[in-house]
């Protein structure tokens, strides 16, 4: 089991920045050869792909963002501390959601939630106009 936790959501104003952490505890010993991501749901809508970085001997760190968030957001993963950022910039109202941090014990670079072996709770982001 992988228990993935998130935190950093919050309100802020169109332009502004926020900073998403997903921490990740439990049988994690394969966390540094593992694929993580972060998706997001807006009310009434599905769970779409935002970013995934991928490490290990197979890629060493490769990373992926939806067209949505490329030169805004930009992921990174501290493997020492097993901790996932998503680091968003220029945020826009349309980036309201819930976003969930998710864990794969493998590489994949798929943008399907179904991948996926486990999740966070997730943490609200509101962006005001």
């Known amino acids: 089991q992988v228990q993935l936790v998130e935190s950093g959501g919050g309100v802020v104003q169109a332009g502004g920045s926020l900073r998403l952490s997903c921490a990740a505890s439990g049988n994690t010993f394969t966390f540094s050869r593992s694929t993580m991501a972060w998706f997001r749901q807006a009310p009434g809508k599905e769970r779409d792909f935002v970013s995934a970085i991928a490490w290990g001997d197979w890629r060493g760190g490769s990373v992926y963002y939806a067209d949505s968030v490329k030169g805004r957001f930009t992921i990174s993963r501290d493997n020492a501390k097993k901790i996932l950022y998503l680091q968003m910039n220029s945020l826009k109202p349309e980036d309201t959601a819930d976003y969930y941090c998710?864990?794969?014990?493998?590489?994949?670079?798929?943008?399907?939630?179904?991948?996926?072996?486990?999740w966070g709770q997730g943490t609200q982001v509101t962006v005001s106009s």
């Open positions: 998710a864990w794969k014990g493998s590489y994949t670079n798929s943008k399907y939630p179904s991948v996926y072996d486990y």
